[in-house]
């Protein structure tokens, strides 16, 4: 299978996340709130104590709802791709628009993304590290957003050979991904107008190639 | 096999942890073990390994495991850090002229970066995960990302300077996320590029934050 047909394999389980869960008891959802609450501080790796207190439950009432901490923290990034829907989901514009347009809609889309969402979006990625099915749904969301771009800015990608297309693809996503959002904004502290100017320059160098391609 | 290991014999390193730093010049051979077990470990993309695992794969009991290392944690950073001692060869950068063509330039440091990042790359991207709680490994990253910062500002010191004194922190950011050890891992293994096309989307990226 190609890289492709995994991409568009995993693109699919970015639907499937919903309503898979629809029952929860309120323990359960204070459980996971106190998770997220743990993760907003900075705390990417809270232990099952931490959980028990941040959310006021017992401990013991922690394990009865999950079989272990990686099943609780699992269930927790899980919990939050179900609950957010409306932000993670790119709203697309249809291709007739300006490239510029286009461009500025995705870049505000992602910065929304990292703005509302960039310390959840961090500790999932630390706990990809360690749980495959953690990272599984981390790179099924970076499935998704390749996805959006390849619909987005099909004409442009369409007019390159499948090699300049490929490349173009991965520089378009590199330049709007979370860690360059993260090392521009977080680490080197740039605000978020020059973070999002580097983001729509980089979406702009990407589709002019300029990209050179492989030789 | 005796307590001194299938790891030691298996991979065929039979340059010793020993020699990467004078600093540790006497260490048994128990403790090297314990070391490449962790290392291979890692290779394996097991980032958390537990002490059983390691004194399994070392062949060492774990009494012996922990005879060398405070705990667990202690051995993994010396892990980690002997892991970047040993890649010292990989880790230096070929001089090229500072007043060649900046595409010249360009070249040079993405084949460095790429020549890393293929013997590196599973370790580095264990210590990023790593250190998001091992305070001790915190360091050695940031350390890894100043140094990846410097090079770049003194191989491109001229398209810097020439953006001027108030764009510099600005492009010393962008010119670092074109680089950094994440796009690669994006590139490569999010969406497969080959190595060629992992060069030109780096090339195109490092070009972009030079605006060249």
Request: overall charge neutral; glycine content about 6%.
């Amino acid at each position: 299978m190609g890289a492709v047909e995994v991409l568009q394999e995993q693109t699919g389980d970015v639907v499937a996340y919903d309503g898979r869960r629809a029952r929860r008891d309120r323990n359960t959802e204070a459980v996971i709130r106190g998770c997220w609450s743990l993760f907003m501080d900075g705390e990417l790796q809270p232990t099952a104590q931490q959980v028990a207190e941040r959310s006021g439950v017992s401990l013991r009432s922690v394990f009865r709802h999950f079989q272990n901490l990686d099943a609780l923290l699992r269930a927790a990034v899980e919990w939050f791709v179900q609950t957010n829907t409306e932000l993670l989901v790119y709203q697309r514009l249809t291709v007739d628009r300006p490239v510029a347009e286009r461009i500025e809609s995705f870049v505000q889309y992602r910065l929304r993304v990292y703005r509302e969402a960039g310390r959840q979006i961090a500790a999932a990625i630390v706990r990809g590290g360690t749980d495959p099915h953690v990272r599984g749904i981390v790179d099924a969301h970076r499935a998704y957003v390749v996805h959006e771009l390849r619909a987005l800015f099909a004409p442009e990608l369409e007019r390159m050979d499948a090699a300049g297309a490929a490349v173009a693809t991965a520089c378009l996503q590199t330049a709007v991904q979370f860690e360059a959002w993260e090392n521009l904004a977080v680490r080197h502290g740039l605000d978020e107008e020059t973070t999002a100017a580097w983001m729509r320059a980089g979406m702009q160098r990407a589709l002019t190639q300029d990209c050179p391609k492989p030789q | 096999m005796g307590e001194q290991t299938a790891a030691a014999v298996g991979n065929g390193r039979d340059d010793g942890v020993v020699s990467y730093d004078g600093r540790r010049a006497r260490r048994d051979r128990n403790n090297e073990a314990v070391i490449k077990a962790c290392w291979e470990l890692f290779a394996e993309g097991e980032m958390y390994p537990t002490a059983q695992q390691v004194a399994e794969r070392s062949g060492v009991s774990l009494r012996s495991v922990f005879r060398h290392f405070q705990n667990l944690e202690a051995l993994v950073a010396t892990a980690v850090e002997s892991y970047y001692e040993h890649s010292r060869a990989v880790w230096t950068f070929d001089p090229v002229p500072l007043d060649a063509p900046v595409e010249e330039r360009i070249d040079a440091l993405v084949a460095y970066r790429l020549r890393l990042y293929r013997h590196t790359g599973v370790v580095m991207r264990g210590a990023i995960a790593r250190a998001a709680r091992d305070p001790q490994l915190v360091d050695v990253v940031r350390e890894s990302r100043a140094r990846a910062i410097k090079l770049n500002e003194v191989l491109f010191k001229a398209e810097i300077d020439r953006l001027g004194p108030e764009r510099r922190a600005v492009t010393v950011a962008a010119l670092h996320s074109a680089a950094q050890f994440e796009v690669w891992d994006n590139l490569a293994n999010l969406h497969g590029l080959d190595e060629e096309g992992v060069a030109a989307a780096l090339r195109s990226l490092i070009r972009g934050a030079l605006q060249v």
